[in-house]
């Protein structure tokens, strides 16, 4: 796939870097500039006190408004609203029959619940190393981790760049593997003209507090497929035929029987009437969001220490995180002192992500050790976020930015 001509940012050195320093527990620092901050308005509150004063605060019209809603901003036959993308996650491999003794192929540059799940259904956790240029999972190294146990790729789009989902689908079509796209950044993001949630078997999305869109707690699955659909629904409310809408609702009471022992996964009427309103401001804060990028973009081109993210072509990324790898091996500080500095001048940051194969259980349960996945090390041992939400003001980028040009500069070799 073609990339914007950019300069080559791929790191030269694909080395895991030593732990030199780390972020003290105890920290003098006064946070100026939030990593986060959710988008609220009248809107949320007002349809949140309705939902309060309506007398149905559980799974109900809000919550099924809301899943017809989604189904059409992605594309979507299908929406199930959950109550996070772990549980989105954790359903789909259920629902696709995925157990123990199969194997799921994933990206190492993850959250914990990506492969957290794949332990949770009894399976195993392949890792896969990542792209050096967008971080995503690499298709050209997937062919040679499929094995006679692989039932099932999940693909990330980490930060809201799409994955290469034709060489994706490709390979998983040759395999007969099902694909379930984790977009918990991924809301917005388009692959080739195609809205991330209808293209593969199950996509999974997150409404968590500092996601593109929130409910405060919240996910959502969406498929193509009637049956799946129908599978996942039960699946996500305790394996039983009726919802409590459908149990408890204007109609009456009904029986219900028990299909398979289910999850409580169920969204419930007080979140999706944030939702609601959340998704209607969704391409707005979206827009925010890249204007913001592009002012980081234009401010950190010269830094050469500072590595970021490419854009493809032919994608609308969804800009969930702005995340660049510090260089470390030409700066004297190592990735966490570089967090100290930057939180000293009251700047907010996160850290997506360290490799998962890295974190204690993955390492003691496989053996995993530094050197396996090297670009993923590589990025996992030098990646910060920096502040990225659609109410940012210019004097908080400016300040930023400031932060940022500052330290690295001050610490060039
Ligand atoms: C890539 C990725 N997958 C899954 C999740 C889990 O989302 P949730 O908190 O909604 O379960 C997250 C959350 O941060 C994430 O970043």
């Known amino acids: 796939m073609p990339v914007e001509a950019e300069t080559d940012s791929t790191p030269k050195t694909i080395l895991s870097e030593p732990r030199r320093g780390s972020i003290p527990s105890e920290s003098k620092t006064k946070i100026i500039v939030p990593f986060h901050r959710p988008c609220l308005g009248p809107e949320e509150e007002a349809e949140v006190i309705d939902t309060l004063r309506s007398g149905w605060l559980t799974t109900g019209p809000k919550t099924k408004r809301f899943e017809k809603e989604f189904a059409a901003y992605t594309g979507a036959k299908h929406a199930i609203a959950v109550n996070s ?5 954790h359903t789909s491999l259920v629902a696709l029959g995925i157990g123990p003794g199969d194997e799921v192929i994933t990206t190492p540059i993850t959250f914990a619940s990506t492969a957290n799940v794949i332990e949770h259904v009894g399976a195993k956790p392949v890792f896969v190393d990542v792209e050096p240029d967008t971080l995503n999972l690499n298709p050209a190294l997937l062919e040679q981790a499929i094995t006679t146990k692989t039932k099932a790729i999940i693909p990330v789009h980490f930060a809201g760049h799409p994955c290469d989902m034709d060489a994706i689908q490709t390979i998983a079509t040759a395999h007969g593997l099902h694909v379930i796209e984790d977009a918990a950044h991924a809301i917005e993001s388009v692959y080739q003209g195609k809205k ?4 593969s078997r199950t996509t999974c999305f997150s409404f968590y507090a500092t996601k ?59 979140q999706a009437a944030i939702g609601l309103h959340q998704l209607r401001k969704i391409d707005n804060f979206h827009a925010l969001r ?4 592009h002012r980081y973009d234009e401010a950190f081109a010269d830094l050469a220490e500072l590595i970021r993210l490419r854009r493809r072509t032919n994608i609308t990324c969804a800009f969930h995180l702005y995340a660049v790898r510090f ?17 000293e001048r009251g700047i907010g940051i996160g850290v997506h992500f360290r490799a998962v194969h890295l974190h204690p259980f993955y390492r003691i349960k ?8 090297p670009v993923a090390e590589y990025a996992g041992d030098r990646l910060i976020s920096l502040p990225l ?14 932060g940022v040009r500052d330290v690295v500069i001050q610490s060039r070799r």
């Open 85 to 89: 993308c772990t549980a989105a996650l």
């Open 196 to 199: 991330i949630g209808s293209i």
């Open 212 to 270: 593109n869109m929130t409910t405060g707690e919240g996910g959502m699955i969406t498929t193509q497929d009637n049956e799946l659909a129908e599978r996942l629904r039960v699946l996500s409310l305790h394996g039983i035929s009726t919802d409590a809408w459908k149990r408890y609702g204007p109609q009456g009471y009904k029986h219900w029987d028990i299909l398979e022992p289910g999850f409580k996964y169920n969204m419930f009427d007080i």
């Open 290 to 293: 890249q204007r913001w990028v």
């Open 327 to 343: 260089d470390t091996e030409s700066l004297s500080l190592s990735r966490d002192q570089i967090i100290q500095k930057l939180q």
């Open 366 to 373: 496989y053996g995993y050790c530094p050197g396996t996945f």
């Open 389 to 402: 939400f659609p109410t940012l003001t210019e004097e908080q980028i400016d300040f930023v930015i400031r």
